[in-house]
């Protein structure tokens, strides 16, 4: 583990040290918009078969770094491992998106709920990080990751992906002490995972808030944003000596970034519905920030393509503290040659 | 149409001036949570035969009327009327929302839409709100709407609903300009349609902009603010001597409803994700504000639907200028008795 990290831009951009040019990364970056990714799931049979072997994780997380000059690996996984972990019946129906056999409704289906322990039932995660960890060698960090506890729990309540999230906010309005209870377990089971990813090798972390943004902005304090303020106090600070840096992003936050720059955590992950430059405005350059491509961007011909991309680094302006990424992640019918357009037209940029 | 209006509550309280309460209406009011929409909707056939039929959609505008006080009738159609008349074969297909069979996606699918006559190609319309003014007597003052260009357009493209509006954006990032003339001709035909309604009978108007908040703040100005501001500049001021206000509701405008506020409409609508406090401090007051109650709070128990409905009165502060509304339309599993209790509730209200 004690392999020197040999491009480390993501880790000092997300301090907001100063770099010689701006890290990037693409979320979802090991995905079926590549063909070898769709091998290896064909292979594999099914996606939580890559999910739930560390080989094959391993393998779909390296993918993009051999295609493209990325600074950095996210662990292959998925936002749904803990509610897996709990025995709840995850399946992935194509075309459906994630659904759980036996989703939590009641008092008596919270209570049943254990914290999965990571060296037990979430193993094969953390085998996952140790291995990538090793494989990547010192070539760029690695950055685990999780769910926010209101997003695992909307999935958990709505037994699956939802519209309308209607059973979850009927549970907030009627048994708001239960979805407390509910979020107080996934909190719990949240900071043992990312700090088990951490002493595996995890060099940086991000909490993925995907639905935070359908809450009234009292219900994003009440539900969603302490759960991962509470995440982020009892993360691990530091791993061989270096900074751990901890990144949270809620989709559809606009002008709530400001508070969820004060829960701690050192960068924010910004979606293409607010400029950067308003970002920047709202957390008053407490927090890097990471982001904020249009993830449709990546279907425009190469020319428009460039002119988004640059709208997007010139949108940040000037000053440390920027690792450029997608508004959310990548989806499959992007042509793999348009990624390689993006990452020459993030690296040649100079800053006026 | 020169019937005294007994109950103008909503026009001056969209016009910002004082009123003794707080008028209210419901997006989508007239709705499947009726049973008595569900019998009438049983008896047209479909969903599409209620909207094209005059007598029909009169009569499940006024049911809502019947049942509740409100201070607004909301003309029943669709903000799909326009593609239909255009001929894009649409259909509503169960669970599924609308489909369009013959979508656009080509310069010369532009080149051959027809701008529709009101009088003719949408007369089906027109003469429900002469018929639903006519019945209404003079009780409360009559809403009619149309969709916002980039939202139909949206549509149009995708031919129906979409998750990550890919065909429209690439369409925007690839061939600007054929969306720019699919946009100016969808802005025209909705100017006539909206001014025909005023002239039938109509007393306020509403712009839905469903999809605004998928794009970025720029991609927003240049593709759905600018078609709205258009639209608004060429509506009939007045109606029997009486100013004829504007709504505007992009839904996820969040901070940008200051710019929407700007566009010489008279209200905005305001979904639940920002609240009014904010939003007057984006708007400054310029407009009024139509919003903005989460719509699964009409889910929740009567004690927590009250203090949320309250919230959200309260959240507004003190002034004129305020319709209650929720932020998005009424779900089909809501309990009719859920909305007299928020009723009940608005009208109750008197601010500290």
């Not at 301090?15 to 769709?38: D, K, S």
């Not at 996984?77 to 009641?106: H, Q």
């Not at 936050?253 to 405005?281: M, N, Q």
Request: hydrophobic fraction near 45%; aromatic fraction near 8%.
């Amino acid at each position: 583990m004690s392999t020197t990290l040999r491009n480390d831009l993501l880790l000092r951009a997300l301090l907001r040290e100063p770099t010689p040019r701006r890290p990037l990364w693409l979320m979802r970056q090991a995905g079926r918009y590549l063909p070898e990714y769709r091998a290896t799931r064909a292979r594999a049979g099914s996606f939580l078969a890559l999910c739930t072997q560390p080989e094959l994780a391993c393998e779909v997380t390296l993918q993009p770094l051999e295609r493209y000059e990325l600074d950095a690996a996210i662990l292959f996984s998925d936002i749904l491992t803990i509610p897996y972990a709990m025995n709840l019946g995850l399946k992935f129906e194509t075309g459906e998106g994630p659904v759980l056999e036996r989703p939590v409704r009641s008092a008596s289906d919270i209570d049943r709920l254990i914290v999965p322990d990571p060296t037990r039932e979430l193993r094969f995660v953390i085998d996952a990080v140790a291995l990538i960890r090793r494989e990547l060698g010192g070539r760029v960090p690695l950055i685990g990751f999780a769910g926010s506890p209101w997003t695992v729990a909307s999935y958990m309540v709505e037994g699956g992906s939802s519209k309308g999230f209607a059973r979850i906010k009927r549970m907030m309005y009627e048994a708001p002490r239960e979805l407390h209870r509910l979020l107080e377990v996934l909190t719990r089971a949240t900071v043992l995972y990312l700090n088990a990813q951490i002493a595996a090798g995890a060099q940086a972390v991000m909490l993925f808030d995907t639905w935070g943004g359908v809450l009234t902005p009292a219900q994003y304090r009440e539900f969603s944003l302490r759960s991962m303020q509470e995440i982020i106090a009892a993360l691990t600070r530091e791993a061989d000596g270096r900074r751990v840096p901890s990144i949270a992003f809620t989709k559809g936050a606009g002008a709530l970034l400001g508070e969820l720059a004060a829960i701690g955590c050192d960068a924010l992950g910004v979606d293409w519905t607010t400029d950067l430059k308003s970002a920047r405005g709202y957390t008053g350059d407490r927090v890097a920030l990471q982001g904020n491509l249009d993830p449709a961007a990546l279907l425009a011909p190469p020319e428009a393509l460039r002119a988004e991309t640059q709208r997007v680094l010139e949108s940040y302006g000037e000053g440390p503290g920027h690792v450029f990424n997608l508004g959310h992640g990548i989806t499959p019918e992007v042509d793999p040659a348009r990624v390689q357009t993006l990452i020459e037209t993030v690296r040649a940029f100079t800053p006026r």
